[in-house]
C-alpha cells in the first residue's frame, strides 16, 4: 500500500531564505506527483505537476524535483516570502487512478 | 469567476440525520471527487466520478454515498451521520484523472 511522509510536518524560515519541503513515498510505480498549497481555512491550490517520465518542474519560484527510484521529491522555493505561507502536500498517483497524499508540511516565512 | 463551489461552509448535526453536501463546478471537468480532511492526516478520498453518470469508491466509502446525475453537480451524502464524520470535506474536479485537481473551499461538518 502506497504511504507518502511529509518531514517536517513545520518548519520556519526567514523571509528571503530559499527552503526545500521534502515528500518521501513507498511505492515508485507512480503515474504523477503533485504539489498543493492550502491556506488556511480554504481548499487547495495546485502548485505543480510531475509526470512519472519527467525530472523536474518549474513555476516561478517554485521548483519541483522527481526521483523514482528513491521515492522522493522535494519542493525548492526560492527567495521565500511571506505570503509563501501556507501549508504545503504532495500527493501522488498510482496505477488506480486515486492521489494518496501526505500529510503536508505547515510553512511560516518570518517577516 | 470560474470554479468550485461547495454548500454550506460549515454545519453542525445531529448523529443520526441525514445530510448532503453540494458541490457544483463550472469548469466543465469530467471528473470529481470527494475527500475528507482530518487533522494530522491526509486527504482521503471518498468517492469520485470519472465523468457524468459514473461513480467510484475510494479509500473510505463506507457512511457515504455520491450521484453524477450531469458534469456539473456531484453531491455527497451522510444517510445516518456518526460522530467519526465529523471533519473538513473538500470537493474538487479535473479535466480527467491525469490533470491538476481543483478544489472548493470545503464544508467543515461538525456530528455531535
Known amino acids: 500500500k502506497q504511504e507518502v511522509t511529509q518531514i517536517p510536518a513545520a518548519l520556519s524560515v526567514p523571509e528571503g531564505e530559499n527552503l526545500v519541503l521534502n515528500c518521501s513515498f513507498t511505492d515508485s510505480a507512480i503515474y504523477n506527483l503533485q504539489w498543493f498549497r492550502q491556506d488556511p481555512g480554504k481548499g487547495l491550490t495546485s502548485l505543480l505537476l510531475?509526470?512519472?517520465s519527467q525530472r523536474e518542474q518549474t513555476s516561478g519560484r517554485l521548483n519541483a524535483s522527481l526521483d523514482k527510484s528513491s521515492g522522493r521529491s522535494t519542493l525548492y522555493i526560492a527567495a521565500s516570502q511571506p505570503g509563501d505561507s501556507a501549508t504545503y502536500l504532495c500527493a501522488v498517483r498510482g496505477s488506480n487512478y486515486q492521489l494518496i497524499w501526505g500529510a503536508g508540511t505547515k510553512l511560516i516565512i518570518k517577516p | 469567476i470560474a470554479g468550485i463551489t461547495q454548500a454550506p461552509t460549515s454545519q453542525i448535526l445531529a448523529a443520526g440525520r441525514r445530510m448532503t453536501l453540494r458541490c457544483t463546478q463550472d469548469m466543465r471537468h469530467n471528473a470529481m471527487y470527494w475527500y475528507r480532511q482530518d487533522l494530522g492526516l491526509g486527504l482521503r478520498l471518498i468517492h469520485y466520478?470519472?465523468?457524468?453518470?459514473?461513480?467510484g469508491k475510494g479509500e473510505v466509502p463506507d457512511g457515504y454515498s455520491v450521484s453524477r446525475a450531469n458534469t456539473d453537480d456531484f453531491p455527497l451524502t451522510l444517510a445516518s451521520a456518526v460522530p467519526s464524520q465529523t471533519s473538513v470535506y473538500f470537493c474538487?474536479?479535473?479535466?480527467?484523472?491525469?490533470?491538476?485537481?481543483?478544489f472548493g473551499d470545503g464544508t467543515r461538518l461538525s456530528i455531535l
Open positions: 466520478s470519472n465523468t457524468a453518470g459514473t461513480t
Open positions: 474538487a474536479s479535473s479535466w480527467d484523472r491525469d490533470q491538476p485537481q481543483h
Open positions: 510531475i509526470q512519472s
